[in-house]
């Protein structure tokens, strides 16, 4: 009985060391796009804080998951506010002179592009108010810009990072 043996093809070489060397590059794309995942979770949770404070009237967290530099760009404001508490002082214009409330808010299409650590936050708003002439519905289209920041410090330490919203620009959404 013959045993023969026969050398792998050079094609066969050739391929296990490039998968050799690519398994490392895939290791670490995938690890980029878990990361990314979790970034892009923690971004619309952040979204969904400020959307929901804001749809049931909880202004303090809703102006919470904003910078104190935040800016603000809306079409029913002839200008650009350059921090929170300027809007929070024309909020309460609003809330003086009109009776101004946001009766729910709901969000739809959202989009995230992360951009190291800055996010934008897209997405569709219908949002019912009511002021001293009635409710109205609004539809609206909005991006919001997001910036990683750490936090307070706890007593251990450690300074948690948060996603915070550092510019908001609201506009009519087209008719349909």
Do not use: K, N
């Amino acid at each position: 009985m013959t045993h023969t043996t026969t050398a792998p093809s050079a094609t066969a070489a050739s391929a296990t060391a490039a998968s050799a060397e690519t398994a490392p590059a895939e290791a670490a794309s995938a690890e980029v796009a878990e990361v990314a995942e979790v970034q892009a979770a923690a971004v619309q949770a952040a979204a969904d804080t400020l959307v929901s404070a804001f749809a049931e009237g909880r202004l303090d967290d809703y102006f919470a998951a904003f910078a104190p530099e935040a800016t603000f760009v809306f079409h029913s404001t002839p200008v650009r506010l350059t921090s929170t508490s300027e809007y929070r002082a024309l909020w309460q214009t609003w809330v003086d002179q009109d009776d101004f409330r946001v009766l729910g808010c709901t969000s739809t299409s959202p989009l995230i592009q992360l951009l190291g650590s800055t996010a934008v936050f897209s997405h569709e708003v219908e949002t019912v108010i009511s002021t001293r002439e009635g409710e109205e519905t609004l539809r609206e289209r909005e991006s919001i810009v997001f910036r990683l920041t750490s936090g307070q410090a706890t007593p251990d330490g450690e300074a948690p990072r948060r996603w915070l919203a550092v510019h908001e620009h609201l506009s009519p959404a087209p008719e349909a």
